[in-house]
Nanobody, 128 residues
Framework: VQLVESGGGVVQAGGSLRLSCAAS????????LSWFRQAPGKEREFVAG?????????????HYANSVKGRFTISRDNAKNTVYLQMISLKPEDTAVYYC?????????????????WGQGTQVTVSS
């Protein structure tokens, strides 16, 4: 599956952005999708994920890093093969390249090695 992110940019602290990740080449509804980010000089870290799972009760379960809970919201639109990351109340420490990742695992994993498919990333810069 191929992933292409968009929606990054420069925003002032307290502002909002919505990132999009368009997928192609696979059965979108069968992938768990997550966002990771990498700030300069730091390791890539998990931000948020949304599962696909096989059961109705598990489908679409979300998981967030503590640092973004209450500020970021991940969602998916299977009809558009797109996953979104709505970000509000942005802080300078949110500045990073944001990556979309996909896996066939049925639950959200927070480690990079579980995700074989990655986008090219989109830059988010939050100015103080």
């Amino acid at each position: 599956v191929q992933l292409v992110e968009s929606g990054g940019g420069v925003v002032q602290a307290g502002g909002s952005l919505r990132l999009s990740c368009a997928a192609s080449g696979g059965t979108f509804s069968g992938y768990t999708l997550s966002w990771f980010r990498q700030a300069p000089g730091k390791e890539r870290e998990f931000v948020a994920g949304i599962s696909w799972a096989g059961t109705e009760t598990d489908y679409g379960k979300t998981h967030y890093a503590n640092s973004v809970k209450g500020r970021f919201t991940i969602s998916r639109d299977n009809a558009k093969n797109t996953v979104y990351l709505q970000m509000i109340s942005l802080k300078p420490e949110d500045t990073a390249v944001y990556y979309c990742a996909a896996t066939t695992w049925v639950i959200v994993h927070t480690i990079l090695e579980k995700y074989p498919y990655w986008g090219q990333g989109t830059q988010v810069t939050v100015s103080s």
